[in-house]
């Protein structure tokens, strides 16, 4: 037995129900070799191997994020001239994009991110931004990245008039004379003006992917799951193709396929599973439906005092189902973006009519809901009896609950239903869905163990019965999430056999009040029996 590390003095929490603590791990070949007393371990101990004292610290599994948008992450880090993130009146709207035009006004186009017209007294228009700049092209994500906001500049660009139909699955805001506000929804109509913006050269891109994979490393995170938006989505396999051959991808990334693409990967012979350890294919990802704060999410009854308001259903159940269908025979499962109690009872009706995979079919992953923002009561049991992994966001929960009370009423009891989906044998997969939320998986914890935002409101929690236990959401960050990409015999838990992927935090989140764990640092992140980052405390 080849024994490369042995960390020790450490409170393991190993997330394996036959030996849930421990105190050292024995590492080898990028496998953990065995867990459990220093005394026993350090007998497997060779003359070169490596000792870590983790001087009493809390140890888990390397965490995994199973729902992330890596690539507009690592675009929003660098390519954000406009931070329109918590700004609360269109004065302050107009200040920073003057700001911004007066600084790159010679750039062929300005992005910005993160408004939330939620309280403004001034909506979105197409004036209020040619006032600004008329001449070069804007275009603004909504925090949600459902919605975009540009100015003329850009639709002359993109060819958009007011007698331009909306796509299938989009729509072109409009005012009461039909004529276009500059707000598009959803990546149909989206696409029509994006697919006009250059894009950055692959060098530039590959440095920003290793910086952002450097920082994910320090808060932790050991895997992504990739989920797929559409036009990035080859540009993206292949800067991730490219660390991993030069050895440089400290990530392991399970990457879906986004549903325009599933033609193309199979005539390459692109199936589940397929890449390495590093980085693999997994399931394909669809959209049921839009988000939220753009009200664009599929309800079974209308939003909060907009009796005409259901949202939008982004592809049709048929639609759906052909596609499902087509992704079976090519030995893939799909992963579903459903925001709406509609949506996610949709999904579910077509997830249930595609027949399992074959025994054979050993890559076979599970079909995965993303979001499950709200369920009907009814449904909740129809996840785990079909075998749905719910791929959810905790970290949500801090900047939506005052918005799921004001559009959803009292159906927001029903949002973010983590205790319920686990009541009821859901295997939940915990992610952060950045760079639509924080990237730090502590919030993510925090929020799911405390439902409060970042002020600690509300008090006692936001629907406290739906709280879960510190274990239950680490569970969610590691097995939960492994499940959901079916490598759970290789990861979510730190257990002989496994990747010797873990982390060494700076304080006990199981000991400690739950108002802290926001302030938990990562002193070590260990990946492959490798330290890829170390605290310089």
């Given at each position: 037995m080849n024994v490369d590390m042995i960390l020790w003095n450490g409170q393991i929490f190993t997330v394996d129900p036959s030996l849930p603590w421990a105190e050292a791990i024995a590492c080898g070949n990028g496998r953990i070799m065995a867990v459990g007393k220093f005394e026993e371990l350090k007998m497997l101990a060779g003359p070169d191997t490596k000792f870590i004292n983790a001087n009493g610290r809390l140890v888990l599994p390397g965490l995994i994020d199973a729902h992330i948008h890596f690539l507009w992450y690592v675009l929003r880090q660098h390519n954000n001239q406009i931070d329109l993130y918590e700004v609360s009146d269109v004065d302050e709207i107009r200040q920073r994009i003057g700001q911004a035009v007066q600084h790159y006004g010679k750039q062929q186009w300005l992005h910005g991110w993160g408004w939330d017209e939620?309280?403004?007294?001034?909506?979105?228009?197409?004036?209020?931004?040619?006032?600004?700049?008329?001449?070069?092209?804007?275009?603004?994500?909504?925090?949600?990245?459902?919605?975009?906001?540009?100015?003329?500049?850009?639709?002359?660009?993109?060819?958009?008039?007011?007698?331009?139909?909306?796509?299938?699955?989009?729509?072109?805001?409009?005012?009461?004379?039909?004529?276009?506000?500059?707000?598009?929804?959803?990546?149909?109509?989206?696409?029509?003006?994006?697919?006009?913006?250059?894009?950055?050269?692959?060098?530039?891109?590959?440095?920003?992917?290793?910086?952002?994979i450097a920082n994910a490393n320090k808060l932790g995170l050991t895997s992504i799951h990739d989920i797929r938006l559409q036009r990035e989505g080859p540009q993206s396999l292949r800067l991730f193709n490219d660390l991993n051959q030069q050895g440089e991808l400290n990530l392991r990334t399970h990457m879906n396929v986004a549903a325009e693409f599933l033609k193309e990967a199979v005539e390459l012979g692109i199936s589940p599973g397929f890449g390495d350890e590093r980085l693999w294919i997994g399931q394909v990802k669809v959209f049921a439906d839009g988000s939220m704060g753009g009200k664009t999410a599929h309800m079974l009854e209308s939003f909060e005092n907009e009796s005409d308001k259901f949202g939008i259903p982004v592809t049709s159940p048929e639609s759906m189902l052909e596609l499902g269908m087509i992704a079976r025979r090519a030995g893939f499962s799909l992963s579903v973006h459903a925001i709406g109690d509609r949506a996610v009872r949709t999904v579910i009706d077509v997830l249930n009519e595609i027949p399992p995979h074959e025994a054979s079919n050993v890559a076979a992953l599970p079909h995965r809901i993303e979001h499950v923002q709200l369920i009907h009561p009814d449904d909740l049991p129809r996840l785990s009896q079909n075998n749905i992994i719910a791929s959810v966001q905790p970290v949500h929960i801090m900047s939506d609950w005052k918005t799921a009370d004001r559009v959803w009423g009292s159906r927001a009891r029903h949002a973010y239903a983590f205790r319920s989906m686990l009541n009821h044998h859901t295997v939940l997969a915990f992610g952060s869905d950045a760079p639509f939320a924080a990237l730090n998986p502590m919030l993510g914890i925090y929020a799911a163990v405390t439902r409060c935002d970042d002020r600690r409101e509300p008090e006692g929690g936001w629907v406290p019965e739906e709280k879960l236990s510190v274990e239950e959401t680490i569970h969610g960050y590691t097995m939960g999430a492994a499940c959901a990409s079916g490598k759970q015999s290789l990861q979510g838990s730190i257990s002989p056999g496994k990747w010797a992927d873990f982390i060494v935090l700076d304080r006990n989140i199981f000991e400690i009040d739950p108002m802290e764990i926001p302030e938990t640092k990562v002193l070590m992140t260990v990946l492959d029996g490798q330290v890829v980052f170390e605290s310089a405390v």
């Amino acid at each position: 037995m080849n024994v490369d590390m042995i960390l020790w003095n450490g409170q393991i929490f190993t997330v394996d129900p036959s030996l849930p603590w421990a105190e050292a791990i024995a590492c080898g070949n990028g496998r953990i070799m065995a867990v459990g007393k220093f005394e026993e371990l350090k007998m497997l101990a060779g003359p070169d191997t490596k000792f870590i004292n983790a001087n009493g610290r809390l140890v888990l599994p390397g965490l995994i994020d199973a729902h992330i948008h890596f690539l507009w992450y690592v675009l929003r880090q660098h390519n954000n001239q406009i931070d329109l993130y918590e700004v609360s009146d269109v004065d302050e709207i107009r200040q920073r994009i003057g700001q911004a035009v007066q600084h790159y006004g010679k750039q062929q186009w300005l992005h910005g991110w993160g408004w939330d017209e939620t309280h403004w007294k001034e909506k979105p228009s197409l004036n209020l931004l040619d006032d600004i700049s008329p001449h070069t092209p804007l275009i603004l994500h909504r925090a949600d990245l459902h919605t975009v906001w540009v100015n003329t500049a850009a639709l002359k660009i993109a060819g958009i008039t007011n007698d331009t139909p909306d796509p299938d699955g989009g729509r072109f805001g409009r005012d009461k004379m039909g004529r276009l506000t500059g707000v598009l929804h959803e990546w149909a109509a989206i696409e029509k003006v994006e697919q006009h913006i250059p894009g950055y050269d692959a060098q530039t891109l590959q440095d920003w992917l290793k910086d952002a994979i450097a920082n994910a490393n320090k808060l932790g995170l050991t895997s992504i799951h990739d989920i797929r938006l559409q036009r990035e989505g080859p540009q993206s396999l292949r800067l991730f193709n490219d660390l991993n051959q030069q050895g440089e991808l400290n990530l392991r990334t399970h990457m879906n396929v986004a549903a325009e693409f599933l033609k193309e990967a199979v005539e390459l012979g692109i199936s589940p599973g397929f890449g390495d350890e590093r980085l693999w294919i997994g399931q394909v990802k669809v959209f049921a439906d839009g988000s939220m704060g753009g009200k664009t999410a599929h309800m079974l009854e209308s939003f909060e005092n907009e009796s005409d308001k259901f949202g939008i259903p982004v592809t049709s159940p048929e639609s759906m189902l052909e596609l499902g269908m087509i992704a079976r025979r090519a030995g893939f499962s799909l992963s579903v973006h459903a925001i709406g109690d509609r949506a996610v009872r949709t999904v579910i009706d077509v997830l249930n009519e595609i027949p399992p995979h074959e025994a054979s079919n050993v890559a076979a992953l599970p079909h995965r809901i993303e979001h499950v923002q709200l369920i009907h009561p009814d449904d909740l049991p129809r996840l785990s009896q079909n075998n749905i992994i719910a791929s959810v966001q905790p970290v949500h929960i801090m900047s939506d609950w005052k918005t799921a009370d004001r559009v959803w009423g009292s159906r927001a009891r029903h949002a973010y239903a983590f205790r319920s989906m686990l009541n009821h044998h859901t295997v939940l997969a915990f992610g952060s869905d950045a760079p639509f939320a924080a990237l730090n998986p502590m919030l993510g914890i925090y929020a799911a163990v405390t439902r409060c935002d970042d002020r600690r409101e509300p008090e006692g929690g936001w629907v406290p019965e739906e709280k879960l236990s510190v274990e239950e959401t680490i569970h969610g960050y590691t097995m939960g999430a492994a499940c959901a990409s079916g490598k759970q015999s290789l990861q979510g838990s730190i257990s002989p056999g496994k990747w010797a992927d873990f982390i060494v935090l700076d304080r006990n989140i199981f000991e400690i009040d739950p108002m802290e764990i926001p302030e938990t640092k990562v002193l070590m992140t260990v990946l492959d029996g490798q330290v890829v980052f170390e605290s310089a405390v």
